[in-house]
């Protein structure tokens, strides 16, 4: 009993530890292909109507999503919902 609640108490903790660097790197990975998509399209090296600057700002949305998600920021989350 002793053993299992160790091993249930150390998994707990690792994923304690490990989730807010999730959300971190799906965070930083997210609002990086959001501004991305924004600087190529104010420096005119894609249009607005392409398909990278579409998929860019999507993938970056739902990467910020999941982020905020994991975070447990319901105001952000919502944000990045709509």
């Keep these: 009993m002793l053993i299992?609640?160790?091993?249930?108490?150390f998994t707990l903790r690792k994923s304690q530890f490990i989730m807010p660097y999730l959300a971190d790197i799906f965070g930083?990975?997210?609002?990086?292909?959001?501004?991305?998509?924004f600087f190529?399209?104010?420096f005119n090296r894609i249009s607005q109507d392409a398909y990278?600057?579409?998929?860019?700002?999507?993938?970056g949305?739902?990467?910020?999503?999941?982020?905020?998600?994991?975070i447990h920021s319901i105001a952000f989350t919502i944000l990045e919902g709509t």
Excluded at 4 to 9: F, S
Excluded at 53 to 58: F, S, T
Excluded at 61 to 70: K, N, Q, Y
Aim: aromatic residues 6%; glycine residues 6%; charged residues 5%.
């Design 52 to 59: 990278a600057y579409v998929l860019m700002n999507l993938v």
């Design 61 to 70: 949305g739902i990467l910020a999503c999941i982020s905020s998600v994991l």
């Design 40 to 42: 190529l399209n104010l």
């Design 28 to 37: 930083i990975t997210g609002v990086s292909l959001i501004l991305f998509a």
């Design 4 to 9: 299992t609640d160790t091993i249930k108490n």
